[in-house]
């Protein structure tokens, strides 16, 4: 199972673009790589999957290099709504389907 | 879509009670569940894998007979807490995916139980 590194935890102002690196140096050719967001007292909410190259969506971005060791989670203009903690999960088949939740980001935005 | 419905979302009982938690996934066929339990500002930890129709496969140093998972259907699997006691309080969160055992089907999660232990 891919191990993730994430920071701890960042800062930003309304209105910036956001970025959030996360590391995973064993991932496995199998595995896809998945961003989750959570807000206290609640489940995480899927934000964006990717497995190569560049993905977007209605709320992000997700960068991969050629060689998968990481990736970075790319949310533009933030608001004070995405406060939260995001966490990178990579996710593999092994004989059965399990993801492990690393420490995840702390991000606080301010006005 | 792909919603996850869980419930109850708080729980208050006495020691010795047990808990049933459910989670239901309410617009598709989930062929994997998996439940976690969340301390104070702390990440999620994997507590047990639910295939429909098999038994779960709990995680290094969860008590299978203290936590008891059925997923008896495609779209409900439970979690029950025997025996409770103040140090089984905690958050509790389900998840739920079409995948199976591929990767590129993403978890859609429950909004979590808190479990509360007097």
């Known amino acids: 199972l891919a191990k993730t590194t994430q920071p701890i935890s960042m800062d930003s102002y309304e209105g910036q673009e956001v970025n959030i690196t996360c590391s995973h140096n064993n991932i496995a050719t199998n595995d896809y790589i998945t961003w989750y967001q959570q807000f206290p007292s609640q489940g995480p909410r899927f934000i964006i999957q990717g497995y190569k190259t560049k993905v977007t969506n209605e709320v992000a971005s997700l960068f991969i290099p050629a060689d998968r060791k990481s990736s970075t989670l790319s949310l533009p203009r933030v608001s004070l709504s995405d406060t939260a903690v995001y966490y990178c999960l990579v996710g593999g088949y092994t004989g059965g389907f399990k993801t492990i939740f690393g420490a995840g980001t702390r991000l606080f935005v301010k006005a | 879509g792909a919603v996850v419905s869980q419930h109850p979302s708080r729980v208050i009982c006495k020691s010795g009670t047990s808990v049933k938690i459910e989670c239901r996934s309410l617009?598709?066929?989930?062929?994997?569940m998996f439940w976690y339990r969340q301390f104070p500002k702390k990440s999620l930890m994997l507590m047990a894998t639910?295939?429909?129709?098999?038994?779960?496969?709990?995680e290094q140093g969860v008590e299978k007979d203290k936590f008891l998972i059925n997923h008896a259907s495609l779209t409900l699997s439970t979690l029950t807490v025997t025996s409770a006691h103040p140090e089984d309080s905690s958050f509790y969160i389900c998840?739920?995916?079409?995948?199976?055992?591929?990767?590129?089907?993403?978890?859609?999660f429950g909004d979590g139980t808190r479990l509360s232990i007097l």
């Open positions: 998840s739920a995916t079409a995948g199976g055992g591929y990767s590129n089907q993403p978890q859609h």
């Open positions: 617009d598709f066929q989930a062929t994997t």
């Open positions: 639910s295939n429909e129709g098999s038994k779960a496969t709990y």
